[in-house]
Protein backbone atom coordinates (compact mmCIF):
# COMPACT_ATOMS: atom_id res chain seq x y z
CA UNK A 1 0.00 0.00 0.00
CA UNK A 2 2.49 2.92 0.97
CA UNK A 3 4.64 1.53 -2.31
CA UNK A 4 1.56 2.35 -4.31
CA UNK A 5 0.85 5.90 -2.81
CA UNK A 6 4.90 6.42 -3.97
CA UNK A 7 4.43 5.30 -7.35
CA UNK A 8 0.93 7.59 -6.83
CA UNK A 9 2.96 10.75 -5.57
CA UNK A 10 5.42 10.47 -8.33
CA UNK A 11 3.04 10.53 -11.17
CA UNK A 12 0.85 13.11 -9.82
CA UNK A 13 4.34 15.30 -9.87
CA UNK A 14 5.07 13.96 -13.76
CA UNK A 15 1.92 15.11 -14.91
CA UNK A 16 2.08 18.44 -12.96
CA UNK A 17 5.38 19.03 -14.32
CA UNK A 18 4.32 18.06 -18.18
CA UNK A 19 1.21 20.66 -18.03
CA UNK A 20 3.81 23.38 -16.97
CA UNK A 21 5.68 22.24 -19.50
CA UNK A 22 3.18 22.61 -22.13
CA UNK A 23 1.71 25.69 -20.14
CA UNK A 24 4.80 27.54 -20.73
CA UNK A 25 5.23 26.29 -24.46
CA UNK A 26 1.81 27.44 -25.05
CA UNK A 27 2.09 30.94 -23.14
CA UNK A 28 5.44 32.15 -24.42
CA UNK A 29 6.15 30.17 -28.01
CA UNK A 30 2.60 30.03 -29.55
CA UNK A 31 2.57 26.00 -29.54
CA UNK A 32 0.19 23.97 -29.64
CA UNK A 33 -0.17 19.67 -29.41
CA UNK A 34 -3.44 17.62 -29.47
CA UNK A 35 -4.50 16.22 -25.98
CA UNK A 36 -4.10 14.26 -24.64
CA UNK A 37 -0.02 14.05 -25.70
CA UNK A 38 1.37 11.04 -27.09
CA UNK A 39 2.92 8.34 -24.48
CA UNK A 40 4.75 7.03 -27.33
CA UNK A 41 7.12 10.13 -27.73
CA UNK A 42 10.91 9.83 -27.44
CA UNK A 43 12.12 10.78 -24.21
CA UNK A 44 15.42 12.69 -23.45
CA UNK A 45 17.98 10.39 -22.56
CA UNK A 46 20.72 12.83 -22.02
CA UNK A 47 21.13 14.96 -19.26
CA UNK A 48 22.56 17.64 -21.01
CA UNK A 49 19.45 17.88 -23.28
CA UNK A 50 17.46 17.76 -20.04
CA UNK A 51 19.34 20.82 -18.88
CA UNK A 52 19.06 22.59 -21.82
CA UNK A 53 15.24 22.48 -21.75
CA UNK A 54 15.05 23.18 -18.59
CA UNK A 55 17.36 26.40 -18.29
CA UNK A 56 15.15 27.44 -22.00
CA UNK A 57 11.97 27.28 -19.98
CA UNK A 58 13.33 28.82 -16.89
CA UNK A 59 12.15 25.75 -14.55
CA UNK A 60 14.69 24.44 -11.58
CA UNK A 61 16.68 21.42 -12.28
CA UNK A 62 17.21 20.99 -8.46
CA UNK A 63 13.46 20.45 -8.26
CA UNK A 64 13.03 18.69 -11.94
CA UNK A 65 16.09 16.81 -12.48
CA UNK A 66 14.71 13.27 -11.04
CA UNK A 67 11.58 13.79 -13.21
CA UNK A 68 12.16 15.97 -16.79
CA UNK A 69 13.47 12.18 -18.05
CA UNK A 70 9.58 10.28 -17.58
CA UNK A 71 8.00 13.54 -18.77
CA UNK A 72 6.41 12.40 -21.74
CA UNK A 73 6.32 16.04 -23.70
CA UNK A 74 9.69 16.33 -22.59
CA UNK A 75 11.11 15.46 -26.28
CA UNK A 76 8.53 17.30 -28.00
CA UNK A 77 9.09 20.30 -26.38
CA UNK A 78 13.37 20.14 -26.54
CA UNK A 79 12.80 19.05 -30.42
CA UNK A 80 10.17 22.21 -30.78
CA UNK A 81 12.06 25.35 -29.29
CA UNK A 82 15.20 23.95 -30.66
CA UNK A 83 13.84 24.62 -33.98
CA UNK A 84 12.68 27.82 -33.57
CA UNK A 85 16.26 28.34 -32.14
CA UNK A 86 17.25 27.12 -35.78
CA UNK A 87 15.29 29.96 -37.17
CA UNK A 88 12.72 27.17 -38.52
CA UNK A 89 8.84 28.09 -38.59
CA UNK A 90 7.33 25.44 -36.73
CA UNK A 91 4.67 23.50 -38.11
CA UNK A 92 0.67 24.89 -38.71
CA UNK A 93 -0.28 22.00 -36.67
CA UNK A 94 2.16 22.78 -33.68
CA UNK A 95 2.11 26.72 -33.73
CA UNK A 96 -0.60 29.12 -33.59
CA UNK A 97 1.38 31.48 -35.22
CA UNK A 98 2.65 29.93 -38.24
CA UNK A 99 0.58 31.99 -40.87
CA UNK A 100 -1.50 28.55 -42.24
CA UNK A 101 -2.48 27.71 -38.73
CA UNK A 102 -6.28 28.29 -38.03
CA UNK A 103 -6.14 30.72 -34.80
CA UNK A 104 -9.02 30.60 -32.14
CA UNK A 105 -11.37 33.65 -33.05
CA UNK A 106 -10.06 35.45 -29.70
CA UNK A 107 -6.56 35.68 -30.45
CA UNK A 108 -7.25 36.68 -34.16
CA UNK A 109 -9.25 39.58 -32.65
CA UNK A 110 -6.28 40.39 -30.45
CA UNK A 111 -4.14 40.10 -32.99
CA UNK A 112 -6.32 42.64 -35.32
CA UNK A 113 -6.35 44.66 -32.50
CA UNK A 114 -2.43 45.66 -31.91
CA UNK A 115 -1.55 49.03 -33.89
CA UNK A 116 2.37 49.72 -34.33
CA UNK A 117 2.76 53.32 -33.01
CA UNK A 118 6.29 55.61 -33.16
CA UNK A 119 6.72 57.93 -31.09
CA UNK A 120 9.84 60.52 -30.71
CA UNK A 121 12.44 60.53 -28.12
CA UNK A 122 10.21 61.98 -25.29
CA UNK A 123 11.50 61.44 -21.72
CA UNK A 124 8.46 62.00 -20.27
CA UNK A 125 7.06 58.29 -21.28
CA UNK A 126 7.86 56.15 -19.30
CA UNK A 127 9.40 53.69 -21.35
CA UNK A 128 10.40 54.63 -24.46
CA UNK A 129 11.59 52.36 -27.15
CA UNK A 130 11.02 53.67 -31.32
CA UNK A 131 7.94 51.67 -31.41
CA UNK A 132 4.94 50.80 -29.30
CA UNK A 133 2.62 48.09 -29.52
CA UNK A 134 -0.69 49.61 -28.89
CA UNK A 135 -3.95 47.50 -28.02
CA UNK A 136 -7.23 49.41 -29.79
CA UNK A 137 -10.37 47.08 -28.47
CA UNK A 138 -12.53 49.24 -29.98
CA UNK A 139 -16.13 48.90 -28.73
CA UNK A 140 -14.90 45.78 -26.20
CA UNK A 141 -12.73 48.55 -24.71
CA UNK A 142 -14.00 49.22 -21.10
CA UNK A 143 -11.27 52.09 -19.94
CA UNK A 144 -10.59 55.68 -21.43
CA UNK A 145 -7.14 54.77 -21.99
CA UNK A 146 -5.24 52.78 -24.30
CA UNK A 147 -2.28 50.17 -22.93
CA UNK A 148 0.70 49.86 -24.62
CA UNK A 149 3.60 47.50 -24.56
CA UNK A 150 7.10 47.62 -25.96
CA UNK A 151 7.74 45.20 -28.18
CA UNK A 152 6.24 41.86 -30.28
CA UNK A 153 6.39 39.34 -27.91
CA UNK A 154 5.30 40.93 -24.87
CA UNK A 155 2.21 42.02 -27.62
CA UNK A 156 2.02 37.91 -28.57
CA UNK A 157 1.99 37.12 -24.95
CA UNK A 158 -0.93 39.69 -24.38
CA UNK A 159 -2.95 37.41 -26.82
CA UNK A 160 -2.02 34.40 -25.13
CA UNK A 161 -3.59 34.88 -21.99
CA UNK A 162 -7.21 34.68 -20.85
CA UNK A 163 -9.55 36.36 -23.51
CA UNK A 164 -12.07 37.54 -21.11
CA UNK A 165 -9.51 39.87 -19.77
CA UNK A 166 -10.48 43.66 -19.85
CA UNK A 167 -7.62 46.10 -20.25
CA UNK A 168 -7.56 46.43 -16.39
CA UNK A 169 -6.88 42.81 -16.19
CA UNK A 170 -4.14 42.95 -18.81
CA UNK A 171 -2.38 45.80 -16.61
CA UNK A 172 -2.74 43.85 -13.73
CA UNK A 173 -1.29 40.81 -15.18
CA UNK A 174 1.98 42.83 -17.07
CA UNK A 175 2.62 44.83 -13.26
CA UNK A 176 2.37 41.30 -11.46
CA UNK A 177 5.31 40.00 -14.36
CA UNK A 178 7.32 42.70 -14.50
CA UNK A 179 6.39 43.53 -18.28
CA UNK A 180 6.98 47.20 -19.24
CA UNK A 181 3.76 49.33 -20.20
CA UNK A 182 2.31 52.55 -20.33
CA UNK A 183 -0.39 53.82 -20.94
CA UNK A 184 -1.97 57.15 -22.89
CA UNK A 185 -4.78 58.75 -23.44
CA UNK A 186 -6.39 61.10 -25.64
CA UNK A 187 -5.31 65.03 -25.56
CA UNK A 188 -8.70 65.90 -25.77
CA UNK A 189 -9.36 63.95 -22.37
CA UNK A 190 -5.85 64.38 -21.01
CA UNK A 191 -5.57 66.21 -17.99
CA UNK A 192 -2.61 68.16 -16.07
CA UNK A 193 -1.09 65.88 -13.90
CA UNK A 194 -1.35 67.62 -10.40
CA UNK A 195 1.63 69.43 -8.88
CA UNK A 196 3.63 67.18 -6.75
CA UNK A 197 6.56 68.09 -4.86
CA UNK A 198 9.30 65.77 -4.37
CA UNK A 199 10.53 64.75 -1.01
CA UNK A 200 13.76 65.77 -0.25
CA UNK A 201 16.78 63.65 -1.10
CA UNK A 202 20.01 63.25 1.35
CA UNK A 203 23.04 61.76 -0.41
CA UNK A 204 25.26 60.96 2.15
CA UNK A 205 29.10 61.67 1.47
CA UNK A 206 31.38 58.15 1.95
CA UNK A 207 34.60 58.25 1.88
CA UNK A 208 37.12 55.31 -0.13
CA UNK A 209 37.53 53.13 2.98
CA UNK A 210 33.56 53.11 4.13
CA UNK A 211 32.41 49.91 5.92
CA UNK A 212 28.52 49.94 5.09
CA UNK A 213 26.48 48.85 7.93
CA UNK A 214 22.57 48.07 8.64
CA UNK A 215 22.29 51.43 9.01
CA UNK A 216 22.94 52.76 5.31
CA UNK A 217 20.67 50.57 4.33
CA UNK A 218 18.24 51.88 6.84
CA UNK A 219 18.86 55.42 5.05
CA UNK A 220 18.28 53.79 1.65
CA UNK A 221 15.17 52.37 2.45
CA UNK A 222 13.64 55.58 4.19
CA UNK A 223 14.74 57.69 0.66
CA UNK A 224 13.32 54.74 -1.17
CA UNK A 225 9.68 55.16 0.56
CA UNK A 226 9.58 58.61 0.71
CA UNK A 227 10.46 58.65 -3.24
CA UNK A 228 7.98 56.08 -4.03
CA UNK A 229 5.24 57.14 -2.01
CA UNK A 230 4.88 59.66 -4.57
CA UNK A 231 1.97 59.50 -7.20
CA UNK A 232 4.42 59.62 -10.30
CA UNK A 233 6.17 55.86 -8.80
CA UNK A 234 3.74 54.09 -10.37
CA UNK A 235 5.92 54.97 -13.64
CA UNK A 236 8.60 52.85 -11.48
CA UNK A 237 6.28 50.16 -11.41
CA UNK A 238 5.31 49.77 -15.03
CA UNK A 239 8.57 50.12 -16.33
CA UNK A 240 9.29 46.43 -15.45
CA UNK A 241 12.76 44.87 -14.65
CA UNK A 242 15.10 46.29 -12.07
CA UNK A 243 13.14 49.53 -11.38
CA UNK A 244 10.09 47.21 -11.06
CA UNK A 245 11.60 44.70 -8.78
CA UNK A 246 12.96 47.61 -6.27
CA UNK A 247 9.22 49.07 -5.96
CA UNK A 248 6.64 46.58 -6.50
CA UNK A 249 7.00 45.28 -3.03
CA UNK A 250 5.55 49.06 -1.92
Known amino acids: ?7 LKEA ?3 DKLQREILDLLTLHYGFTSALP ?3 SLPHLTSEADRKKLVHMLG ?5 CQDMIADVPCAGLAKSYLDGIL ?3 MPACDACDFNSKSQVSESMSQCLQSIQLV ?22 RGEVPW ?22 LNIAAYLL ?3 IPFCTFLPLEITRSAPAESLPPCVLPVRLSDVQFSHSDYDHYAQQRDLLLNQCRARAAVMRGGFMWRLSVPL
Not at 128 to 133: E, H, I, R
Request: hydrophobic share 45%; proline share 4%; charged share 20%.
Open 59 to 63: LSWTQ
Open 176 to 178: DHG
Open 86 to 88: AGK
Open 37 to 39: VPT
Open 146 to 167: KLMVTNACDALLICQIDPQFSE
Open 118 to 139: QVLNDESVAVNPATLYMFDFGH
Open 1 to 7: MLHDRVL
Open 12 to 14: LKR
